[in-house]
């Protein structure tokens, strides 16, 4: 990446960050509304102690840190970087104040800007991976506010409604053929021009054997027939592990749905609306989706399916979250797209790929130490920043877990 | 209690409310630090939902609510007053705002002057009600804050500290002789003159067994003494309840205490500072003041032999809580005093006295349905508004608490 | 005591353990249904441990342990007598066999014949201090067995049943006055005659205040009403942690209750029966107890006020446990009996009495280190050995319990 | 399979689980130590219960069931089936009592042996299907048994210690080259003349990168350098849910390991003994293996590697278990074998292979829903029944399991 690619990408990169902020209060910045949820207030501070320290510190000769007790405050998960408030603190640093963390971000950007015309092609590549880390967190300051504000029994709206339901019944699935055999997947190594994850990759061949995909996601409509057909009350349907999820949670229908006297609503980023049929199903779990697949007589697609059968398609062309002045992260899309609007399950635990190494040091803790326990996802959603999206992107959460845009496609066995 | 007396004592009760938020932005305010915790602006907004319900709503005609969805987030424990939400989300209120909180209070405030002068008797017994159960609010307000301040890894202070540490050593105790046989305590009647909440009556007689009181509280230096003899490391000082807790809590000191390099030192709402020697020992469970008090040869006193004790002295030179201005709550004195620094444990659980019948309707619902698994504490702290004190009065909380302003006073048998 | 009088009492009280024993397997013998249960199997070796230990290797020379390891294994909560077993893990002892245990009692019965005639005047004190333990772990072992069978679908009975339902209607409650005023209560102390454990004195002037007690317990009839009424609904009706208790476990009916095509029936450790209307309702919490009294305009009685009347009484007259070959443990009077059937919760937190003060070393810890969070009952069960039961004594439970015989008599204010 | 053949592979079979339990007394047999654990006695009636319900109710016309409460207690996850005892409440079955389980098995032996020879060739499937499942248990009940021994502090010996110690150092491990591309696996059908659950198929291709597989498991003696080189204390060698684990729960050595003055020893069916540093590592979670093959620079094998090259060896001649008269489930070998001593870990979640679908019934629930959340493990251990193991069989497991005979064998990549 050129100096000055680097310095725009990187402008553009944090300017979104702060318009997704500027509706949040102090206080909505605060709240931490489950262990697995941040703050934003702590993910605005997060993205800056990245570029703080993996690049001004470590790249930049004579860098003062910012503040000497905020790393303790901010760093998320690297054991490497040294002891660190528990997660399940993060609720409850009222200070420093969102407009602290606001200066510390200026202040970083100022260090950054003057210093962006220095750095190594490897520091660059740094700040390169730094700004993909703040689109990560982009999406997850939303999903983590959305599930905040679901708990609140105001139920607030932190952007307007924009845009009218999607029209019409959703198209019959058609399925279509995948490759067969020997295939190449996964991201080419780092300086391809591309950037990715180091779980991306290595590109590496993978066997496909005889599949269909469907051409769309799995709609609204399609999952209220899953329910009224007593689809979460058949145990036959479920994994194991799935149903006793179901069992102790008490699930009976996707997350921040409810039931009224006008039929099922889902709280949103704008408030509280009516299901839209037409859209593809959103915030269900690995589990819930793995059961659908059962009732619909199909599976989940393995990632390898996907990936070959995505990297046909452009990944801008997907309903993914733009800004400013445009930000409305919805799901709305029941057309045949690969990108964009919920996250697909697939049915392959993230697991390392053939040849895969974690980098060394700090940034080595980046994904290979989370492979264990997690179900891969593709596509990226209504959420994702567009340009942070890619056919061998690998996201990974747990198959519980359901407070991001997540939604699923089916697939099955022979062609 | 005339109008005017009535007018005047509401005013400066809730003006005390706002000092006391002062220095607090929207984010401390909305932070809720554990269940047993609220968060300031709950109380704040619960404040102003007692007398916007049991007053506005209930004694003045063509009332109309401040926001007809309030109540259900700002009701409490009232089972009477309908559902309301989990005493464990209160945390999740990131909105109303503070500034929405406090222009609420303004309202109430507005309406209650307009309203006081055509008030009832029975109504303006609900403003004095009003008024003593917001300065029950003033001090867990203070004593959450304290709680929420403590888990930041910055410690931050609300006030300067204000004072220089007690001089000198404690004086050795003396032993005070207590009377003994029949005698009266408990509070007389409301309408007698002054206010008592109803768990305080009915003025009864009481059996005394000969025993006498401590002449002062239990100091920290004492306290050091019964950690430097191995008090939390040998259980046949404790009871089983509080063996058990010790061992699982991992507790070796009283709470917000920490070890390091220049000896023990608390955290306070004044940042954390060196433990003072002469000052009362703060923040201990009932099972530490027991423990302590075994290790001494010595018990808690009963709460009527506090209570007896305690009538001789003027409940208004305790160091109690004043302000605006002088807002320093700090446990500083060792001597002879019955009132303020910090509550004593007593060795009474908290029933009810005999006769006590608890009123009808939400109000009734104030302090009888408490009375199981938790004991009496007495006199005050801190933290405890000037002028809310009385000898009659009776605390409760749970043996394992520690989170509000608890010490002891020794008390044994014989004369 | 005499050695003569020692000697028949220890045996006759060993017998009956073993009469107890009887119908139950190994199998039988060596499950543990919860924490607060124990293994038969465990209180069997448990009982003899306590010979063992505070007799025979205290007082008699040169006496060697039966096997070193087994003291780790059935100490109970003796902190002076050094670790021990985890209270929870009891259940793992599926070995020593019940047969190594029986064994275990015979030697130890062995030895006690010999030494017993040279067994000084304390040291005889301590057996019967083992008798009276002894004949609480009977109860315990019955109590216990019932649990655990309680939770074997196959709902077996430990004994046949005998004898038929109580006949007819409860006649309607009599409301007897109590006397008033200062009056002698607590068990006199040891060396006068008549056992008492440590917490049964000091005999003490106790302060009654104007009252009336009904004349014989809460019928199950009457429970019937209660649950009729709503009384497990009404919030109103129950102390706050008894309507939390209530929330969380689901309650609506005593322990063992099961509701039927045929009615309510409970389980008995003669397998399950139908509910008799006019027997004592037996298995229910403080709790429960609280919210029936408060339903009847009612309260518990304070022990005092049980143990005055009940001083009227003779023991030796109730429903108390016989045997052998007499062992049917079944509440079924509901005549003005104080003693028997079921133990009667009293509204009185268990509290050292005045000038209370625990003995020393091991048998020190046998109950003041209990004395917190718990509440005490009256007056012995069905499951209570005849011979064990006084005015003076005090049985405590936390207040959620209810696998023992328990219900309750009502008390009212005024005379 | 001939109908000569079946019943001979029948009361095979069914001999060695009887010796298995002789040893055992009814309270053996009873106790639960986990969730995760059954009692013996249960073991025992469930493996009859699936002969009665799949082949004696379901095939042989006017068969009686042998009792009809039972099935309620023996069941054990088939939801088709029916409701069922909760799995934690096992322990709970003092009756009925071993020998009546025995009499149980007796009678289906003997409804058994009429039924057999006009048995349907599906029929006959299921007779293979539960001596399979028959063996299964068999392994789970030495290691049920193993973990409820565990627990008692008497740590009692199963079956006498037999053999010696591994002689010498083990050798160093020789790295075998694996094949790579296209290469067949799995199970072929059942009729094929094999017998294999139906998770081991369908056969199918699998594609397999460079890599090599060491020639042998990794022992007790790698073990301890791994820890003497501070393995358990170096958060980047482990999966981010596999350090939360061992914090959580304090891991510091394999299972049943115990520090003393002499050394590590291990507690085994034998009782407890010196570590045999020659021997296999055994009782290690997955995120222990997986720590320990990034710590020697290494990985764990894919299913598809470990049973390419298993597939070049017996199964018959590992160290597996046999009996009568030469019970003795201990690992021993360090020998390039590729099955018994311990199962080993794969790095492979345990999901379906392409083309997979389960069974209708009940039968089908024997394995597909339990493809969330476990890994594979291959190979079989000292535990498995002799017979039952094969190249193609997967065992699952979840990562935090450590009570099977579990260790592990290393992989790397490239050729």
Redesign the interface.
């Known amino acids: 990446m050129l100096m000055r690619d680097a310095r725009m990408r990187y402008a553009s990169v944090r300017k979104l960050t702060e318009d997704l902020a500027k509706p949040l ?7 931490q ?1 489950m262990p697995d949820a941040s703050p934003a ?1 702590w993910h605005l501070a997060h993205m800056s102690w990245f570029f703080e320290t993996f690049i001004l510190r470590d790249h930049v000769p004579g860098y003062q840190p910012y503040r000497a ?1 905020w790393p ?2 901010f760093n998320s ?1 690297y ?2 970087e040294g002891p660190r ?1 528990g997660r399940a ?1 993060r ?8 407009a602290d963390i606001l200066d510390y971000r200026s202040a970083v950007d100022a260090a950054m800007d003057r210093a962006i015309e220095q750095l190594s092609p490897e520091a660059l590549a740094l700040v390169e991976l730094g700004c993909q880390h703040e689109q990560q967190h982009q999406e997850l300051l939303l999903t983590d506010i959305l599930h ?1 504000f679901s ?4 139920e ?1 709206a932190v952007w307007p409604r924009q845009g009218s339901p999607c029209p019409g019944d959703p198209a019959p699935v058609i399925w279509l053929d995948g490759p067969q055999g ?1 295939i190449e997947i996964g991201a080419r190594a780092t300086g391809s021009g591309t950037f990715a994850f180091d779980c991306e990759g290595p590109r ?4 496909l ?1 005889p599949h269909q995909l469907a051409d769309r996601k799995v709609t609204n409509a399609e999952w209220l027939a899953f329910m009224a057909d007593g689809g979460y009350e058949e ?2 349907l ?6 006793a999820w179901r069992q102790t949670q008490g699930v009976r229908a996707p997350f921040y749905w409810m039931d009224g006297a006008h039929g099922w609503t889902s709280f949103t980023l704008s408030g509280r609306h009516p299901i839209d049929p037409a859209a593809p199903v959103c915030h269900v779990s ?2 819930e989706a ?1 059961a659908f697949a059962t009732w619909a007589a199909a ?1 989940l697609p393995t990632e390898a399916e996907w990936e070959v059968a995505a990297a046909q398609h452009d990944p801008s062309g997907g309903n993914l979250l733009d800004g400013p002045g445009d930000i409305r992260p919805r799901p709305v899309h029941d057309s045949p797209r690969f990108f964009g609007d919920a996250w697909e399950w697939t ?3 993230y ?2 790929y ?2 895969f190494s974690a980098a060394d040091g700090a940034i ?2 980046y994904n290979g ?5 997690q179900y891969v996802l593709r596509g990226g959603s209504c959420a994702t920043p567009r340009g942070h999206m890619r056919a061998s992107y690998r996201n990974f959460f747990y ?1 519980h877990h359901r407070w991001q845009f997540m939604g699923l496609r089916l697939a099955r ?1 022979g062609a």
Chains 1, 2, 3, 4 share one sequence.
Request: hydrophobic share 35%; proline share 9%; net charge negative.
């Open positions: 209060s102090d206080a909505d910045a605060t709240i509304s207030k007790d303790f405050l998960y054991e490497t408030l603190a609720g409850m640093l009222s200070r420093p104040s969102l905040a708990l609140n029994p105001l607030c020997m590496h061949t993978a066997l054997h145990p036959r479920w994994l194991s592990d799935g149903w690995f589990y793995d599976r049915g392959s635990a697991r390392p053939p040849g080595g803790e130490k989370f492979m264990s326990g198959p066995d």
